[in-house]
């Protein structure tokens, strides 16, 4: 199976400040189709998880722009560029292009 | 508006068996693959099993083979996990989730609370 490994695990960030969340893939996740299926989740404090961004760096419906994602083959980033209090949660990338569907481990976003 | 609400979760012993439900509404259920997706506080989120429109194609994650099955009935809007042989390790929230192929998953249930323990 394909094993997403986040970075930090971890994230205290002041309000306003921005935040930076790393994942790598064991393999590479550019998909025949041309596509890469790299997307993130958040789970808010009590909540089900929420897709945020899909395929690399599409935001969701509804996702504020202060959201983005890049990166390609193994290496990717979900950044925030301004923290806001109800971003306060857990953070986790999934690989679609690989059978079984993978996550990582989470990465905790806290405010300082 | 898409909701999904889960049930028939609870206390089972190991080596036990638990039947999850999935009730759909707001969308047309009929038309969408849809997925379980469990979450431990160990092992974080892990995809269980997903199935086609119609039921004939099914997918388990290693761990669940053999001992999980999944199914839906279109014409009740719901989905089923059927889990035998119950171990301690399959003890997590089960999410009930409509499929977005290799995009993932846009519509979650709340999760129902499967415990295994003697």
């Known amino acids: 199976d394909v094993v997403m490994t986040q970075s930090p695990l971890s994230l205290p960030v002041t309000l306003g400040q921005p935040a930076s969340i790393s994942c790598r893939s064991s393999?590479?996740?550019?998909?025949?189709?041309?596509?890469?299926?790299l997307n993130w989740f958040l789970q808010r404090p009590g909540q089900s998880p929420r897709r945020l961004i899909y395929?690399?760096?599409n935001r969701d419906s509804g996702v504020p722009d202060r959201f983005s994602g890049s990166g390609s083959g193994t290496d990717f980033t979900l950044k925030i560029s301004r923290v806001e209090a109800e971003d306060v949660g857990v953070y986790y990338c999934?690989?679609?292009?690989?059978?079984?569907?993978?996550f990582g481990q989470g990465t905790k976003l806290e405010i300082k | 508006e898409v909701q999904l609400v889960e049930s028939g979760g609870g206390l089972v012993q190991p080596g036990g068996s638990l039947r999850l439900s999935c009730a759909a509404s707001?969308?047309?259920?009929?038309?969408?693959?849809m997925s379980w997706v469990r979450q431990t506080p160990g092992k974080g989120l892990e995809w269980v099993a997903n199935?086609?429109?119609?039921?004939?194609?099914?997918h388990y994650v290693d761990s669940v083979k053999g001992r999980f099955t999944i199914s839906r009935d279109n014409a009740k809007n719901s989905l089923f996990l059927q889990m035998n042989s119950l171990r301690a390790e399959d003890a997590a929230v089960y999410y009930c989730?409509?499929?977005?192929?290799?995009?993932?998953?846009?519509?979650w249930g709340q999760g129902t609370l499967v415990t295994v323990s003697s």
């Open positions: 199935l086609n429109l119609d039921g004939s194609e099914k």
């Open positions: 999934m690989q679609g292009t690989h059978w079984p569907h993978t």
């Open positions: 395929k690399v760096s």
């Open positions: 393999q590479i996740l550019l998909y025949s189709d041309g596509n890469t299926y």
């Open positions: 989730a409509r499929d977005n192929g290799a995009t993932g998953w846009v519509y």
């Open positions: 707001g969308f047309a259920f009929s038309t969408y693959w």
